[in-house]
């Protein structure tokens, strides 16, 4: 086999994890949020990927993080019905052209959380396999539009083989393992907990 042939997705994937890597320094703490954010309204998740699948999926993980924090959640029902209703909104890449102010004055919670799936993607070539999930969050203060806090989390998880018997063995188990994520709707989801709770890692809890 031609090493240059080889060579290439190994020369590829270290680049692209040196590149992700450099794109998410480690974030600032903040000691806490102002007393009055308790309640938060977690907005549909705007989508930069071709996967429908992660959005929503991103978005339950949200809630189970904040949940996790102490926070006291909108029901994400309630939320989408307003945004329907009032704003004519029903995808989450709408948000960027709603007034934040205005739209606490309709949706009841303390503060909102933006979030945009940039990466939800598995890839398996053989020699090359990875599989990332990378998301953006953004807090604003309901009352007043202003930012309370970013964060953002990413997982890329991959690995390279330089031997055809085993890049044939892999690309085996990777088609069983995509049939049983879309058997049970569970496409990336390691991934995808790992990247939400990154994300939400330096965001006070509430107490």
Known sequence: ?????VLYPL????????????CFPPQTAIPALPKDISAIAVMPTANNTNDL??????????????????????????????LKEKFGITDGGQLTSVNK???????????????????FNAKSAGFVNERVVELHLILFDASTGQ?????????????????????KKRLLENLKMKFAENLFRSHLLAEAEEAARRALAKLPDYR
């Not at 086999?1 to 042939?5: D, G, H, L, P, T």
């Not at 102010?101 to 940039?118: C, H, M, P, Y």
């Open 101 to 119: 102010i205005q739209l606490g004055k309709e949706i009841r919670a303390d503060a909102f959380l933006f979030s945009v799936l940039e990466e």
């Open 1 to 5: 086999m031609n090493s240059k042939a």
């Open 53 to 82: 699948e992660g959005p929503p999926l991103i978005r339950s993980l949200i809630e189970n993080e904040l949940w996790n924090k102490g926070y006291a959640l909108e029901d994400s029902a309630v939320v989408d019905r307003i």
């Open 11 to 22: 020369i590829y994937i270290t680049c692209g994890a040196c590149l992700l890597a450099s």
């Open 147 to 167: 930012t309370l806090w970013r964060g953002s989390g990413a997982v890329s998880n991959g690995d390279v083989t330089l031997s055809v018997n085993e890049a």
